[in-house]
Each structure stands twice: as C-alpha cells, then as structure tokens.
C-alpha cells in the first residue's frame, strides 16, 4: 500500500530553521505531484506548498512565501521542505500529500490522493 512517512520535524526558537522530509513508498513517485499543508488546533488545514512531478513548477502559501522552500529527490522518493525564518504562528502538525496528475500542481486540499501521519514543528517566542 502507499505510505507517506514525515519526519524532521520539532522544537525550534522564533527565527530558526527545519527540514522537514518525506519518503513515499507503494507508488511511482515521479508521476505524482507533491505538496505540504499545515493544521494547527482549532484550525483548518492549510495550504503549503506544491511540486510538479518533475519539480519545474512549484507553489507556495501566501503566509510562508519568501520563507519556505520545497524540493523533490526522485531517486529517493522524497519530498522536503526547508523551513527558514521560521514564527510561532507556524507551529502545526505538517503533513505530506501525493497527486496524481500528468503535470503542474494543484493548492486545494481535496484533490490529493495520499497523505501522510504528520510530523509536529512548535516554533517558541
């Protein structure tokens, strides 16, 4: 079966860094678009950010453009997200998603296929 597994996630002051990863399993990962969303409590999921299945096009959240960074191995089966300048109000659980799609990326929630446990990041004061 498909299994998307996040790690690198964690505790981390105003103003740091993470690398979040994601290896997927049970698929042919270079024919699905990736993508990152966020949930913290009492909130609803949202949209991160993307990666075509090739990594030519990507797309990011209008709260962490400028900050994040997302990038795929497809040797490895893996996505990542690099987390820079990191704020509190980044503290969520952050899940990992898989499309499949022939080409670009897709921002809404409901047309991904697969998704992940997720891996929690608290960003203190």
């Known amino acids: 079966q498909v299994q998307l597994v996040e790690s690198g996630g964690g505790l981390v002051q105003a103003g740091g860094f993470l690398r979040l990863s994601c290896a997927a399993s049970?698929?042919?990962?270079?024919?699905?678009?990736m993508g990152w969303f966020r949930q913290a409590p009492g909130k609803e999921r949202e949209f991160v950010a993307a990666?075509?299945?090739?990594?030519?096009?990507?797309a990011y959240g209008d709260s962490v453009k400028g900050r994040f960074t997302i990038s795929r191995d497809n040797a490895k089966n893996t996505v990542y997200l690099q987390m820079n300048s990191l704020k509190p109000e980044d503290t969520a659980v952050y899940y990992c998603?898989?499309?499949?799609?022939?080409?670009?990326?897709?921002?809404?929630?409901?047309?991904?296929?697969?998704w992940g446990q997720g891996t929690q990041v608290t960003v203190s004061s």
């Open positions: 990666i075509s299945r090739s990594g030519g096009d990507t």
């Open positions: 998603a898989a499309e499949r799609r022939f080409d670009g990326v897709t921002t809404t929630t409901g047309d991904y296929d697969y």
């Open positions: 049970g698929l042919t990962f270079r024919t699905y678009a």
